[in-house]
């Protein structure tokens, strides 16, 4: 049975970014050689980038030292003051260490000049770290938010307040997201779903919570049911918002399937802005502040290794995606399936067909919520809706409280 869920509509502020490029440097820009009566005298300024925002120029122009050496790091957000966004964000987590680092141990290269990448893009030696933000008391059920592809555990902002007045609530980057480690492929980690699943087993053994809520988003709901396949005794509720649950669903917009292209995946996956803002904002109706957007820009300035890792789960989500929802279905649907499951749906998704999914529902027995005014990443449109909704689920449901 499907439970409709009247909300207002959102507003966000909206920002374009047009580019603006040098006119000249002493480097490779010249103002040329032009026949005229009176010389042009040649211009020398430091080669710089730049885009304008809300009448506020952002440069990209910073040393090479605070990147890693393949990637640019600047603009008004990235200058590692402390004042920005994406530092706040990071002072309120900490870093968890899970799941053992395979591989040879050697320096990473970036697959494209094999040159050595720098320190914010090598792994661990041992144990990758997990960048985590907790919220709320820990004598409390604990309820664990699961963000989808491409995103961050950024994206739950507004629903940890709402879930930490009765929970215990803990949201994490994957690997190759967010402030999470993102090893280079062959280099610890090749970002197949079969690795994701055994990585959250575990992370999940590590924060040494009690039976836990899970509540997962988008594309990796899949990698998630297989997991909890294996341990629906360490699980009370399960809340999926918008997973790929049809057939139709295996195939990825190509917003996100340009990404495994050969040589166009590479070049995409370094862009700031088609990695992170396209992706977040042709989903559905979500339109991204600024401060917002530079909190998820932040991985790709900083680091070529955010690209690269997102390269290579397009790759894999595009191989193994179609098996992976036939195995989620067939889980979901069996008689031995025990977790109470119930899946949250923002009909504004613009990535995922709403055809099938009720009917999907009705056959396996799993309550359906939907959300009219949210699109795919129902979190980031209807935030503090899915907070209440979801802790209004899992208290009446699992825990009896009142």
């Known amino acids: 049975m499907a439970v409709h869920i009247s909300s207002p509509s959102p507003s966000f502020q909206s920002h374009n970014l047009p580019h603006r490029f040098p006119t000249s440097s002493p480097s490779s820009f010249s103002t040329g050689s032009l026949k005229s009566r009176t010389p042009i005298p040649r211009i020398k300024k430091s080669l710089g980038f730049s885009c304008r925002s809300s009448n506020e120029d952002f440069y990209i122009d910073a040393p090479e030292s605070v990147g890693d050496g393949f990637s640019f790091s600047g603009g008004k957000y990235s200058i590692g003051d402390g004042t920005s966004p994406a530092d706040e964000w990071f002072k309120k987590g900490k870093?968890?260490?899970?799941?053992?680092?395979?591989?040879?141990?050697?320096?990473?290269?970036?697959?494209?000049?094999?040159?050595?990448?720098?320190?914010?893009?090598?792994?661990?030696?041992?144990?990758?770290?997990?960048?985590?933000?907790?919220?709320?008391?820990?004598?409390?059920?604990?309820?664990?938010?699961?963000?989808?592809?491409?995103?961050?555990a950024y994206s739950y902002r507004k629903v940890l307040p709402i879930l930490a007045k009765n929970y215990f609530v803990i949201a994490f980057d994957w690997i190759g997201f967010g402030f999470s480690d993102k090893p280079l492929p062959k280099n610890g980690f090749d970002y197949t779903l079969d690795e994701y699943v055994s990585s959250l087993?575990?992370?999940?053994?590590?924060?040494?919570?009690?039976?836990?809520?899970?509540?997962?988003?988008?594309?990796?709901?899949?990698?998630?049911?297989?997991?909890?396949?294996?341990?629906?005794?360490?699980?009370?509720?399960?809340?999926?918002?918008?997973?790929?649950?049809?057939?139709?669903?295996?195939?990825?917009?190509?917003?996100?399937?340009?990404?495994?292209?050969?040589?166009?995946?590479?070049?995409?996956?370094?862009?700031?802005?088609?990695?992170?803002?396209?992706?977040?904002?042709?989903?559905?109706?979500?339109?991204?502040?600024?401060?917002?957007?530079m909190v998820y820009r932040r991985p790709y300035l900083t680091s070529g290794s955010s690209g690269f890792a997102?390269?290579?789960?397009?790759?894999?989500?595009?191989?193994?995606?179609?098996?992976?929802?036939?195995?989620?279905?067939?889980?979901?649907?069996?008689?031995?399936?025990?977790?109470?499951?119930?899946?949250?749906?923002?009909?504004?998704?613009?990535w995922l067909s709403y055809d099938g999914v009720v009917d999907f529902c009705n056959d396996s027995k799993h309550r359906l919520v939907e959300l009219p005014m949210a699109g795919h990443y129902v979190q980031e449109d209807s935030g503090e809706e899915l907070g209440q909704l979801i802790a209004k689920m899992i208290r009446k449901r699992s825990f009896g409280i009142s």
């Not at 494209?112 to 985590?132: E, V």
């Not at 297989?226 to 295996?250: C, G, M, R, V």
């Not at 894999?316 to 399936?337: A, F, H, P, Q, V």
Request: proline residues 6%.
């Open 95 to 152: 870093f968890v260490k899970a799941h053992p680092v395979s591989g040879t141990g050697e320096k990473a290269k970036d697959p494209i000049f094999g040159l050595t990448m720098g320190g914010s893009s090598q792994a661990s030696a041992d144990l990758f770290r997990w960048f985590c933000v907790e919220s709320g008391s820990a004598d409390n059920p604990p309820i664990i938010l699961i963000h989808g592809f491409p995103s961050q």
């Open 201 to 293: 087993e575990s992370l999940i053994d590590q924060l040494g919570t009690s039976k836990v809520s899970l509540v997962v988003q988008g594309y990796f709901a899949p990698a998630v049911v297989k997991y909890a396949s294996s341990h629906q005794e360490k699980i009370n509720d399960l809340i999926l918002i918008n997973p790929p649950i049809t057939a139709k669903h295996a195939n990825l917009p190509s917003t996100l399937s340009i990404f495994s292209n050969f040589l166009l995946g590479e070049i995409f996956s370094q862009d700031p802005l088609r990695a992170s803002d396209k992706a977040l904002t042709s989903a559905g109706p979500y339109k991204m502040k600024e401060d917002d957007a």
């Open 310 to 350: 997102l390269n290579a789960i397009s790759r894999s989500m595009k191989k193994e995606l179609k098996n992976y929802i036939e195995d989620m279905r067939t889980t979901l649907m069996d008689d031995s399936w025990k977790v109470q499951t119930t899946v949250c749906w923002g009909q504004r998704d613009r």
